[in-house]
């Protein structure tokens, strides 16, 4: 039996979605257009697809029109290059979103620089990173925005608190790490070279796992009391969903816990709806 409560990411990321539903209606209502996404997807990578489908529903469902631009896998570089310059400049697209990974040959980095950081919906290019890194955030990365927000609706105050974040990757272990120390955390980031994971995790009184790998942050390291989120989305052979912390240990220990799927998953995608109403009052309204 599980002692934890379940951080219900679906029914927190269906609120942010209805307060995000209200603001792009006053948002139409005042200029005339709906809030626009532009969602670009290179290439046929199947997960990429289902990705970008679910956000393209998610933008109808809250009144955010979205513009598809689903290009061939062996786009020349020139080309991606040219249509993000042109959506940077299209005055109706308020959020620009690349899915990733982009396929081989083409250099994810350089086509995220290319986003007008203004348009910059994923958070993810430098000079939004940099704001955060300097306390003063603008669009943050959806998916340590989304691991916050849950962690507010659910009154778990972060100040002070003992942190570990597993995973250092740009798009959500850094950005992680950033967010918790702005709520007043005290942060540990682990990755691939970090000595003792396991002393790093039991040390916390909130972890984050963000690796990529299933139950690889294993239950019985968690220490009892603690807040754990489960950013991790594995497949499994049999094709069931699973993240990176052994849950049913982990949920007997853990105070805290988010399910794999129905966590993290659910609350990125708001976090993105609600950045793009961001960028469209902060380019409407200066
Ligand atoms: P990534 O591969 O870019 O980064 C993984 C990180 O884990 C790296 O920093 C690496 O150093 C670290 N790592 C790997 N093995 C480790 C080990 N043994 N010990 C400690 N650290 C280790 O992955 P990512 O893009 O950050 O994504 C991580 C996971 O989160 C994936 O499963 C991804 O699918 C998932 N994800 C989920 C959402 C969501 O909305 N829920 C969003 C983004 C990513």
Redesign the pocket.
């Known amino acids: 039996m599980s002692k934890a409560a379940i951080l219900d990411g679906k029914a927190v990321a269906a609120r942010v979605r209805a307060e995000v539903r209200v603001r792009a209606a006053g948002f139409t209502a005042a200029h005339g257009r709906a809030p626009g996404l532009a969602v670009v997807k290179v290439g046929s990578d199947p997960a990429s697809a289902v990705y970008v489908r679910n956000k393209r529903l998610a933008c109808d469902e809250a009144g955010i029109e979205s513009f598809a631009f689903d290009l061939p896998d062996h786009i020349a570089r020139a080309a991606l290059v040219a249509q993000v310059k042109a959506l940077n400049d299209a005055p109706e697209v308020d959020g620009i979103l690349v899915q ?1 990974p982009l396929p081989n040959g083409l250099d994810a980095n350089e086509i995220m620089d290319l986003v007008d950081p203004a348009k910059d919906v994923d958070g993810f290019h430098p000079y939004n990173t940099g704001l955060l890194a300097q306390k003063r955030p603008r669009l943050r990365p ?2 340590p925005f ?1 691991v916050i927000r849950l962690a507010q609706e659910y009154g778990i105050g972060l100040t002070g608190l003992r942190a570990t974040v ?9 950005p992680m790490a950033l967010e918790l120390m702005l709520a007043g955390a005290t942060v540990t980031v ?5 000595r003792d ?1 396991q002393s790093e995790v039991e040390r916390a009184e909130l972890v984050v ?5 299933p139950g ?1 942050v294993r239950g019985a390291w968690i220490r009892p009391g603690a807040a754990v989120f489960d ?4 497949r499994t052979e049999a094709g069931r969903l699973v ?2 912390v052994e849950y049913a240990v982990a949920a007997e220990r853990a105070a805290w816990i988010t399910p ?1 799927p129905g ?3 659910p ?3 708001a976090m993105l709806l609600s950045n793009t109403v961001d960028a469209a009052e902060r380019r409407a309204h200066g």
């Open positions: 990733l959806c998916t989304g597993v995973g250092a990757s740009n798009i959500v272990g850094r682990c990755h691939t070279r970090t994971l796992a963000a690796v990529g790998k690889m950013v991790g989305i594995n993240g990176d794999v966590g993290i998953g609350m990125t995608i």
